[in-house]
Protein backbone atom coordinates (compact mmCIF):
# COMPACT_ATOMS: atom_id res chain seq x y z
CA UNK A 1 0.00 0.00 0.00
CA UNK A 2 3.25 2.50 0.77
CA UNK A 3 4.25 2.45 -2.71
CA UNK A 4 0.90 3.14 -4.46
CA UNK A 5 0.54 6.02 -1.37
CA UNK A 6 4.18 7.37 -2.44
CA UNK A 7 2.92 6.90 -6.21
CA UNK A 8 0.23 9.29 -5.59
CA UNK A 9 2.33 11.74 -4.02
CA UNK A 10 4.86 11.41 -6.77
CA UNK A 11 1.93 12.58 -9.33
CA UNK A 12 0.89 15.41 -6.74
CA UNK A 13 4.73 17.00 -6.58
CA UNK A 14 4.90 17.13 -10.38
CA UNK A 15 1.09 18.57 -10.72
CA UNK A 16 1.86 21.49 -7.61
CA UNK A 17 5.54 22.09 -9.45
CA UNK A 18 3.88 23.16 -12.81
CA UNK A 19 1.17 24.76 -10.71
CA UNK A 20 3.19 27.34 -8.81
CA UNK A 21 4.88 27.67 -11.89
CA UNK A 22 1.84 29.78 -13.29
CA UNK A 23 1.42 33.28 -13.51
CA UNK A 24 -2.51 33.04 -13.54
CA UNK A 25 -4.15 32.56 -10.25
CA UNK A 26 -7.16 30.32 -11.65
CA UNK A 27 -4.57 28.26 -14.03
CA UNK A 28 -2.74 28.13 -10.34
CA UNK A 29 -5.67 27.10 -8.72
CA UNK A 30 -7.04 24.60 -12.03
CA UNK A 31 -3.76 22.36 -11.99
CA UNK A 32 -3.76 22.48 -7.90
CA UNK A 33 -6.68 20.67 -7.56
CA UNK A 34 -5.52 18.09 -8.99
CA UNK A 35 -2.14 17.65 -7.28
CA UNK A 36 -3.95 18.16 -4.15
CA UNK A 37 -6.77 15.37 -5.01
CA UNK A 38 -3.40 13.12 -5.45
CA UNK A 39 -1.96 14.32 -2.68
CA UNK A 40 -5.09 13.40 -0.79
CA UNK A 41 -5.40 9.94 -1.84
CA UNK A 42 -1.49 9.92 -0.81
CA UNK A 43 -2.32 10.72 2.46
CA UNK A 44 -5.61 8.39 3.21
CA UNK A 45 -3.37 5.39 1.96
CA UNK A 46 -0.79 6.26 4.47
CA UNK A 47 -3.68 7.01 7.57
CA UNK A 48 -2.59 10.02 7.69
CA UNK A 49 -5.97 11.32 8.49
CA UNK A 50 -5.86 14.91 9.03
CA UNK A 51 -4.08 15.83 5.95
CA UNK A 52 -5.70 13.53 3.76
CA UNK A 53 -9.02 15.47 4.57
CA UNK A 54 -7.26 19.06 4.23
CA UNK A 55 -5.97 18.15 1.19
CA UNK A 56 -9.34 16.27 -0.14
CA UNK A 57 -11.19 19.64 1.18
CA UNK A 58 -8.54 22.04 -0.03
CA UNK A 59 -8.88 20.70 -3.66
CA UNK A 60 -12.29 21.09 -3.88
CA UNK A 61 -11.89 24.31 -2.64
CA UNK A 62 -9.63 25.01 -5.42
CA UNK A 63 -12.07 24.32 -8.21
CA UNK A 64 -14.76 26.00 -6.26
CA UNK A 65 -12.40 30.02 -5.71
CA UNK A 66 -12.23 29.73 -10.00
CA UNK A 67 -15.37 30.62 -9.55
CA UNK A 68 -16.96 31.93 -6.32
CA UNK A 69 -15.02 33.71 -3.66
CA UNK A 70 -17.72 35.04 -1.68
CA UNK A 71 -18.08 34.74 2.24
CA UNK A 72 -20.64 32.20 2.54
CA UNK A 73 -17.89 30.15 1.11
CA UNK A 74 -14.79 30.55 2.68
CA UNK A 75 -16.82 30.49 6.10
CA UNK A 76 -18.17 27.13 4.88
CA UNK A 77 -14.57 25.41 3.86
CA UNK A 78 -13.40 27.05 7.17
CA UNK A 79 -15.92 25.24 9.43
CA UNK A 80 -15.50 22.45 7.33
CA UNK A 81 -11.75 22.49 8.55
CA UNK A 82 -12.69 23.23 11.98
CA UNK A 83 -15.44 20.55 12.02
CA UNK A 84 -13.22 17.86 11.06
CA UNK A 85 -10.78 18.97 13.46
CA UNK A 86 -12.93 18.64 16.34
CA UNK A 87 -13.82 15.21 15.00
CA UNK A 88 -10.22 14.24 14.91
CA UNK A 89 -9.13 15.69 18.46
CA UNK A 90 -12.71 14.88 20.51
CA UNK A 91 -13.78 11.53 18.84
CA UNK A 92 -10.97 10.03 17.39
CA UNK A 93 -8.66 10.98 19.77
CA UNK A 94 -5.65 12.23 17.69
CA UNK A 95 -2.70 13.49 18.24
CA UNK A 96 -1.93 17.36 18.79
CA UNK A 97 0.70 17.05 15.38
CA UNK A 98 -3.15 17.46 13.54
CA UNK A 99 -3.25 21.10 14.55
CA UNK A 100 -0.11 21.99 12.35
CA UNK A 101 -2.12 20.31 9.50
CA UNK A 102 -5.25 22.02 9.95
CA UNK A 103 -3.28 24.98 10.21
CA UNK A 104 -1.50 24.73 7.08
CA UNK A 105 -5.19 24.49 5.75
CA UNK A 106 -6.90 26.85 6.76
CA UNK A 107 -4.13 29.27 5.64
CA UNK A 108 -4.54 27.85 2.10
CA UNK A 109 -8.31 27.94 2.53
CA UNK A 110 -8.02 31.61 3.32
CA UNK A 111 -5.20 33.00 1.12
CA UNK A 112 -7.18 30.46 -1.98
CA UNK A 113 -10.57 31.93 -1.51
CA UNK A 114 -9.62 35.65 -0.56
CA UNK A 115 -6.01 36.61 -2.21
CA UNK A 116 -5.75 37.28 -5.91
CA UNK A 117 -2.83 38.56 -6.09
CA UNK A 118 -0.29 35.86 -7.21
CA UNK A 119 3.03 37.82 -5.50
CA UNK A 120 1.14 38.09 -2.40
CA UNK A 121 -0.69 34.73 -2.54
CA UNK A 122 2.70 32.89 -2.53
CA UNK A 123 4.63 35.37 0.61
CA UNK A 124 0.97 33.58 2.52
CA UNK A 125 1.28 29.63 1.08
CA UNK A 126 4.99 29.76 2.28
CA UNK A 127 3.77 29.69 5.86
CA UNK A 128 1.10 26.86 5.20
CA UNK A 129 3.85 24.72 3.13
CA UNK A 130 6.24 25.36 6.25
CA UNK A 131 3.78 23.80 7.97
CA UNK A 132 2.88 21.20 6.03
CA UNK A 133 6.10 20.07 5.33
CA UNK A 134 6.28 19.90 9.91
CA UNK A 135 3.09 17.27 9.27
CA UNK A 136 4.61 15.64 6.52
CA UNK A 137 7.97 14.88 7.99
CA UNK A 138 5.82 13.85 11.00
CA UNK A 139 3.62 11.04 9.62
CA UNK A 140 6.90 9.65 7.42
CA UNK A 141 5.35 11.01 4.30
CA UNK A 142 8.09 10.60 1.96
CA UNK A 143 6.55 12.41 -0.99
CA UNK A 144 4.44 14.45 1.10
CA UNK A 145 7.84 16.51 2.35
CA UNK A 146 9.25 15.92 -1.66
CA UNK A 147 6.09 17.93 -2.45
CA UNK A 148 6.32 20.42 0.45
CA UNK A 149 10.23 21.17 -0.01
CA UNK A 150 9.75 21.88 -4.20
CA UNK A 151 6.56 23.92 -3.19
CA UNK A 152 8.68 25.99 -0.92
CA UNK A 153 11.82 25.89 -3.55
CA UNK A 154 8.90 26.68 -6.67
CA UNK A 155 7.47 29.61 -4.32
CA UNK A 156 10.57 31.39 -3.00
CA UNK A 157 11.94 30.88 -7.11
CA UNK A 158 8.82 32.78 -8.29
CA UNK A 159 8.69 35.23 -5.61
CA UNK A 160 13.02 36.45 -6.55
CA UNK A 161 11.76 36.22 -10.15
CA UNK A 162 9.16 38.83 -9.74
CA UNK A 163 9.69 42.64 -11.06
CA UNK A 164 10.03 44.66 -7.68
CA UNK A 165 8.02 48.16 -7.73
Do not use: C
Not at 76 to 103: C, D, K, P, R, T
Amino acid sequence: MTVIAEAFGAVAVVLNFVGYRQVNVDRYLFISAFALLALSAHFFLLDAMAAGIGTLLAGTRNFIAMKYRNKAILLAFVAGNMGFLAYEWFVLAHSWIIFVAYASSLIFTVGSLVIRDTDKIRKVFLVAESLGLIYAISVGSIFGTVFNISNLISIVSKLREAPKT
